[in-house]
């Protein structure tokens, strides 16, 4: 089937439908499948360091916030927070952080994760960057 479009400027244009695929089992994903999202073939980094941080840290769905913050040239202190003091969520964290720090080589980073313990934010932290991830 083709699918007839117009452009911006007017013009028509025929689209071939792409196959949607749904899987009624998704097949789960290892955590280190996903470690090389942030590098072009060529190895060179494809976002910027808050923004790949932002994007590895927001994989682990008990990361309610991510605060980023540049320390000199080629340092950088991101701190990530969680509710619950758990280890199982700690290793989530330490995968992603894994993965920027391999994404980004050369750079120097000092991670911390921050258990608010239902606290709010404010009252754990008092200084702590740039706020580039809220879920």
Same mark, same amino acid.
């Given at each position: 089937?083709?699918?007839?479009?117009?452009?911006?400027?007017?013009?028509?244009?025929?689209?071939?439908? =792409?196959? $949607?695929?749904?899987?009624?089992?998704? #097949?789960?994903? *290892?955590? /280190?499948?996903?470690?090389?999202?942030?590098?072009? %073939?060529?190895?060179?980094?494809?976002?910027?360091?808050?923004?790949?941080?932002?994007?590895? =840290?927001? $994989?682990?769905?008990?990361?309610?916030? #991510?605060?980023? *913050?540049? /320390?000199?040239?080629?340092?950088?202190?991101?701190? %990530?927070?969680?509710?619950?003091?758990?280890?199982?969520?700690?290793?989530?964290?330490?995968?992603?952080?894994?993965?920027?720090?391999?994404?980004?080589?050369?750079?120097?980073?000092?991670?911390?994760?921050?258990?608010?313990?239902?606290?709010?934010?404010?009252?754990?932290?008092?200084?702590?960057?740039?706020?580039?991830?809220?879920?």
């Amino acid at each position: 089937m083709i699918c007839p479009l117009t452009n911006n400027n007017g013009s028509a244009c025929t689209v071939l439908p =792409l196959p $949607l695929l749904i899987w009624k089992n998704p #097949v789960p994903v *290892e955590v /280190e499948e996903t470690t090389r999202l942030h590098a072009f %073939s060529s190895g060179r980094p494809t976002f910027s360091v808050e923004t790949g941080a932002r994007i590895e =840290l927001s $994989l682990v769905p008990e990361v309610e916030r #991510v605060f980023f *913050e540049r /320390e000199g040239d080629g340092e950088f202190r991101i701190i %990530s927070v969680v509710n619950k003091r758990d280890a199982v969520i700690r290793e989530k964290v330490y995968a992603r952080e894994e993965a920027i720090m391999q994404a980004y080589p050369g750079l120097n980073f000092d991670f911390h994760v921050v258990a608010r313990m239902d606290r709010k934010v404010e009252d754990v932290l008092t200084k702590a960057g740039k706020l580039v991830f809220e879920r």
